[in-house]
């Protein structure tokens, strides 16, 4: 099952699926919002964070490779390297969304 398939303008954020347009991977302060997302969302029994998406779920025609470049493995181990008590069972997965890259 493709999650982001699901999505479409009108969709909104809620409880347990966030937008994020983009992510500039050398910046301190996206990397601090996303861990914060991540804990939030663990702390309220999961959800999911999509990367290339506007808030009202429209495409938001940034360049993902950027994100892609640091490696999958980088963003699941954030909320272990950064969080204690260590947070488990996170994961990531790449779509392909009206051709284009979503990273979930």
Same mark, same amino acid.
């Given at each position: 099952?493709?999650? /982001? ?9 809620? /409880? ?18 996303? $861990?914060?997302?991540? $804990? ?9 964070? $999509? ?18 470049? $640091? ?14 008590? /260590? ?18």
């Amino acid at each position: 099952m493709d999650p /982001a398939g699901d999505i479409h303008a009108g969709t909104t954020e809620s /409880a347990t699926l966030d937008f994020k347009a983009n992510l500039n991977p050398d910046s301190t302060q996206d990397w601090c919002e996303l $861990v914060k997302d991540i $804990v939030a969302m663990a702390n309220s029994g999961g959800g999911t964070i $999509v990367f290339g998406v506007n808030d009202d779920g429209t495409s938001s025609g940034a360049d993902l490779q950027p994100i892609l470049n $640091v490696g999958l493995g980088h963003y699941a181990s954030s909320p272990f390297i950064f969080c204690q008590p /260590a947070l488990c069972d996170c994961g990531i997965d790449l779509f392909e969304h009206r051709a284009k890259r979503t990273i979930e």
